[in-house]
């Protein structure tokens, strides 16, 4: 019984013992609960990336970003296109001014026409292709960290239709800076050569009907000459009946549209993935060993003043551009705007269709005369070919042609193919005219024909354009064939050809 008790005694006491240890011992901390695992629709591993930096060359846009970002898991194709089993990202994001992307976290933003850092443009600037389907973003983030070193890009994003999609690229990736170098001060110039014409199409709907490029030193084969200016006009001008620019008072206009005498505030678009200046801008390329270092300017104020005297325009500028430089200068010489609109008058010679001469009448003169008097430095030929009937009375098709030539083919007329032109250049034949106010037959210069019918005339043109191909045969006869048009609005043809004997003075 004693042994009984002790053993009890003992057992109550190891209890004891054993309640007091546990009472003292902490309970082991798990920690915080494991954050849940988030699953995406789409989870990749990106190995490609570029940029493109851009600068603040579109902040005045409708759309505004400074950078452009493309991620992928795959390349594209040849041809540019997308890789069915590839996931890419193409995002358009407002960054701080610097040519790689910053660290930070870049949210969606549906407030694409300004600048607010930080953002991903939304709407349809911003997009995921997958599977060769394009998906717009709803919502998401684009996170940055290691910039300076080892970029780590990763994207969260939500499409409008609810899927998720993921992916981190993480290394060194591949940018350019396509940001525009604006002009760092005011520029004085005198301009020496223009090209002007006539906008119908391609200028946005923005009603400008007039372009004036005006350039500072280009060489004898049209090439800019570093270093030297180039200041393009965009607006909206006036022309009298015969195409040529009315002079006036232009202004710089900020509206979306012109008006007539303003030229349009300098832009910039995207043009292919790059910075390209629109409207009014001026281009100075300063480095004479770098074609492509130039400095921008946008004229954002000013006017522009154009007089004419005689065949010479004037034209003189005073611009302001959107960062504050100055621009002044001046330009004198001829202004002639390609494809300007002319008022025609019809007349009642003028060819109805087609005509196609023919030479076949009883008598026929095809005579050449040469000339060192026409033109001044060159040396002219002029083919007339005469036709008569029985009574010698004109009958049928006349025809005067009439080529530029140099000093030195005086002996006889030379072979070769002459383009109508205006400009009396050797190589040409000669711009024609035609009107009837010289007497019954008409009075005619340069290259025209006209058609005899009953002893009147009844159709009669000067060539507007085409050629004409002369060629002396080993024979020493001539063969002539030529295909002109008119000036009509709708131009018609009058063309034909001979051969035979000249007669040559």
Same mark, same amino acid.
């Given at each position: ?15 004891? $013992? ?9 309970? *082991?901390? *798990? ?20 940029? +493109? ?42 960054? *701080? ?10 949210? $969606? ?17 911003? &997009? =995921? ?25 990763? +994207?969260? $994003? ?93 202004? =710089? ?31 100075? &390329? ?57 008022? =025609? ?74 383009? =109508? ?30 058609? &005899? ?16 191909? +002369? ?35």
């Amino acid at each position: 019984m004693k042994k009984y008790l002790l053993f009890t005694i003992a057992l109550f006491a190891a209890l004891a $013992m054993q309640s007091c240890k546990d009472d003292k011992t902490d309970e *082991p901390n *798990p920690g915080p609960d494991p954050e849940p695992t988030v699953e995406y629709d789409v989870d990749t591993v990106s190995s490609i990336c570029e940029g +493109i930096y851009f600068g603040d060359a579109y902040l005045s846009n409708d759309e505004v970003y400074t950078y452009y970002l493309s991620i992928s898991d795959l390349p594209v194709l040849d041809g540019g296109y997308t890789d069915s089993e590839g996931t890419y990202y193409i995002l358009r994001l407002n960054t *701080p001014f610097e040519e790689q992307i910053a660290n930070g976290t870049y949210t $969606m933003t549906e407030e694409t026409n300004k600048y607010t850092e930080y953002t991903i443009l939304g709407g349809n600037y911003s &997009y =995921i292709v997958y599977q060769n389907q394009q998906f717009f973003i709803k919502e998401g983030t684009l996170t940055v960290t290691n910039a300076e070193t080892k970029p780590r890009i990763e +994207i969260e $994003m939500t499409t409008t239709e609810g899927s998720t999609f993921h992916t981190v690229y993480e290394g060194i990736y591949f940018y350019y800076n396509k940001s525009i170098e604006w002009l760092k001060q005011d520029m004085n110039t005198k301009m020496t050569s223009v090209y002007s014409w006539y906008l119908e199409e391609m200028n946005e709907d923005r009603n400008a009907n007039l372009n004036i490029t005006l350039y500072e030193n280009i060489d004898a084969d049209g090439w800019l000459v570093p270093p030297s200016s180039v200041l393009i006009f965009v607006g909206r001008g006036e022309f009298d009946d015969d195409g040529n620019l009315i002079p006036g008072t232009f202004t =710089i206009t900020n509206d979306e549209e012109a008006s007539d005498y303003t030229f349009l505030a300098g832009g910039c678009i995207n043009f292919m993935n790059a910075p390209f200046p629109t409207s009014t801008n001026f281009c100075y &390329y300063y480095d004479p060993e770098n074609s492509s270092a130039v400095q921008v300017g946008l004229a954002q104020s000013g006017t522009v003043e154009i007089e004419k005297n005689g065949d010479n325009y004037t034209l003189t500028y005073d611009l302001t551009t959107d960062k504050g430089k100055k621009l002044t200068g001046s330009y004198t010489g001829p202004i002639v705007v390609q494809d300007a609109p002319k008022v =025609i008058e019809k007349n009642e010679w003028d060819l109805s269709e087609d005509h196609e001469l023919s030479f076949n009448a009883p008598n026929i003169n095809v005579q050449a005369f040469g000339s060192k008097y026409t033109i001044s430095g060159a040396y002219t030929w002029q083919f007339q070919f005469k036709q008569y009937n029985e009574n010698w009375q004109y009958v049928s098709d006349q025809l005067v042609i009439e080529v530029v030539c140099d000093l030195n083919e005086s002996e006889e007329p030379v072979s070769g193919v002459f383009q =109508i032109s205006d400009s009396d250049e050797v190589g040409t034949a000669r711009k024609g005219t035609f009107n009837m106010s010289g007497g019954v037959d008409g009075f005619g210069l340069g290259t025209y024909f006209k058609y &005899y019918e009953n002893d009147v005339v009844r159709w009669a043109a000067g060539a507007n354009g085409g050629e004409v191909e +002369i060629t002396k045969n080993d024979d020493g006869t001539y063969t002539i064939t030529f295909d002109f048009l008119d000036g009509q609005a709708e131009p018609k043809h009058f063309k034909g050809t001979w051969t035979g004997e000249l007669e040559i003075f």
